[in-house]
């Protein structure tokens, strides 16, 4: 405990008993919360905890991958600007920068690269499972099981306490993602699948195997090649949020990676984290013309809807990764032509930014307002969405569970709460029961 009259402490007074105590404060503004359980009442009190829903203001690890100031719209990947990331990186320059904590030499980048086309086949029983599911099953459903499946493939990934079979299971996710990605799409489409071409560049291979038809090789446009990796540069890390979190708590029962990441993308999948790029684009659909717009705002102030695409937790400015993607559509839409919700997105945009309920909120568009309107325009059906955020978020939540198996600090992930049920009471027989 620091000494009275230390700077770095906090005092704090509990007027119930008139006691003071010194709690250090660390990293700045940190204060470790296990330092609050002794301000008892009495020696059988439990102790001091903290009440935070939803982890507003709760840090739950150090982090040295991703930092964010929401009130700037600065957002970091190891030091370096997303701005200048997205202009001159490529995804898996980046996703190595995410892993290893520094952007890699010609040779490490090109080894890396090596390793994950190597990787990027997966078994053909897992083939066989896409084939099982409906026509219609949502391609995100698939992807998640797909990821589960795959812990029964490489049942050596238990070993989580060996770096070297880390690493491993690394590379395989991240080179294994586009794969069941594609296979969802074109089961989907009833078309057969296509193996991985090992001479593509990551998103081109992804490409290829998602819309080749025939034996005639798919040679995608460079600029969408590169507006689809833009859009996984942007999307490869995001710091604390809902699914990362959920990587890092199954992840710290020592669970596999493949389980790990199957739960982080469950928690990607609603609408208020990786499924609001679909929901966005299903909201401009519903909305329809520009002239409904009015109405559907009056909806929102009436909490009747919510702006998909709108609001963050962290970023109360602008979303950066947001004025990206707008830049990044304008060049798709001259390969594809315009998209006709862009009219829509772009009067909604102008509405919200310019009225109170949204100004006095902060509600700014979000990085999955215009993504969806992309990716539509690209041919990407609307279920797919989630699933592109989830392919190159593989990185981020990998990194993370990297980082918290090798923290000395963390343990199996375990909250308290605060209880609200009944007081202890009998049991009641049910006959006498009412
Ligand atoms: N449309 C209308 N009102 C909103 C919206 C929205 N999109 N977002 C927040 N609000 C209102 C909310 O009703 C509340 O109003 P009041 O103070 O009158 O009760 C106020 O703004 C604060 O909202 P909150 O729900 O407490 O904010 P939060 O930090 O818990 O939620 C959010 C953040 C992203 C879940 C939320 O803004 C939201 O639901 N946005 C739409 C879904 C979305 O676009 N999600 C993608 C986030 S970016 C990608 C990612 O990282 O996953």
Known sequence: MATAGTKNSLSIRDNRTGREYEVPILDGDVINAIDLRQIKVNEDDFGMMS????????????????????DKGILRYRGYPIEQLAERASHLEVAYLILKGELPTKSQLDSFVEDVTFHTYVHENITEQVKGFRYDAHAMGM???????????????KEVDDAKNRWQQIVRLVAKMPTLAAYTYRHHRGLPLVYPENELSYTANFLSMLFK????????????????????IL??????????????????????????????MAALYGPLHGGANEAVLRMLTRIGSVSNIPKFIEGV??????????????????????????????????VTGRNPLLDIALELERIALSEDYFIERNLYPNVDFYSGIIYQSMGFPVEMFPVLFAIPRAAGWLAHWEEMITDKEQRIARPLQVFTGPAVRDFVPISDRR
């Open 51 to 70: 009440y935070d829903p939803a982890f507003s203001n709760t840090a739950s690890t150090r982090s040295a991958i991703t930092y964010i100031d929401g």
């Open 143 to 157: 992807v998640i099981s797909m990821v589960a499946s795959l812990s029964t493939f490489y049942p050596d990934a």
């Open 213 to 232: 038809i025939g034996t005639k090789e798919h040679k995608p446009s460079p600029v969408l090649e590169r507006a689809l990796d833009i859009l996984f």
């Open 235 to 264: 999307h490869a890390d995001h710091e604390q949020n809902c699914s990362t979190t959920a990587m890092r708590v199954i992840g710290s029962s020592r669970s596999d990676p493949y389980s790990a990441l199957a739960g982080a």
């Open 301 to 334: 102030k009436r909490k009747e809807e919510r702006l998909m695409g709108f609001g963050h937790r962290i970023y109360k400015a602008y979303d950066p990764r947001a004025s990206i993607i707008k830049r990044t559509a304008d060049e798709v839409f001259e």
